[in-house]
């Protein structure tokens, strides 16, 4: 079985505070996804990587940075969290599949709060 | 711009059908997802469409019809534990995935 797996399922951090949110795959997946969710929005794509020391903006990257060094590891950071950034950020990895239907396999989720 | 619009929430009762509806507008279209979410867990993935017509996967369906931007989940003999959250996402011309905000569905016994 595919596992993804996050640091923390809740942290509570201050406005101003570095945080570090990490994500870790064991499928050798190439591409790996940070999403955040809040209530009444779809996921929404902060960054995407599709190999190692390889990434991509997503549709709302403003305010954090990731970084990939191993290709089992993806992290979050928020360089200065704020208020905003209360949410649930969900990790995801892709596996390929020959009918294109790579479905995307999500860790547990960090409940993040910001005060 | 991309929409994917979806029912906020539903309710069915144990035993019933349910069928949860997601329109989409989007940038080309590269396959739509269907996602089970329950509450405070990650998505798991259902269902995937491509082409016209319909997939059935044991108790869930999902159908899709590309022309009017349309894709249906139905669930059959529903369970208490089908008490989620279903999500529909579309892929587009860019390979990204465009998500909705997902339809709460509650089972009532």
């Known amino acids: 079985d595919v596992k993804v797996t996050q640091s923390s399922r809740y942290l509570v951090k201050r406005t101003g505070e570095k945080v570090f949110l990490e994500c870790v795959q064991d499928m050798d997946h190439e591409n790996m996804f940070w999403y955040r969710q809040d209530p009444g929005l779809g996921l929404r794509l902060i960054y995407f990587s599709y190999d190692v020391k390889m990434k991509e903006k997503g549709d709302i990257p403003e305010g954090y940075s990731v970084s990939r060094e191993k290709k089992e590891r993806f992290s979050l950071i928020l360089e200065s969290a704020s208020t905003n950034q209360t949410s649930m950020y969900l990790c995801?990895?892709?596996?390929?599949?020959?009918?294109?239907?790579?479905?995307?396999?999500f860790g547990p989720g960090t409940r993040l709060t910001v005060t | 711009g991309q929409n994917i619009d979806q029912p906020t929430e539903m309710t069915a009762t144990e035993g019933a059908i349910v069928q949860i509806n997601c329109t989409y507008q989007?940038?080309?279209?590269?396959?739509l997802f269907w996602y089970q979410q329950h509450a405070g867990e990650a998505p798991t993935f259902l269902s995937y469409?491509?082409l016209d017509g319909l997939e059935e996967k044991g108790r869930f369906s999902s159908f899709l019809s590309r022309s009017k931007g349309y894709s249906y989940l139905l669930l059959k003999e529903l369970q208490m534990k089908d008490s989620a959250s279903y999500l529909c996402?579309?892929?587009?011309?860019?390979?990204?995935?465009?998500w909705g905000a997902g339809t709460k569905l509650i089972i009532k016994p």
């Open positions: 996402a579309v892929r587009d011309s860019n390979y990204q995935l465009i």
């Open positions: 995801a990895s892709t596996e390929y599949t020959e009918d294109l239907s790579y479905e995307q396999y």
């Open positions: 989007t940038s080309g279209f590269n396959g």
């Open positions: 469409n491509v």
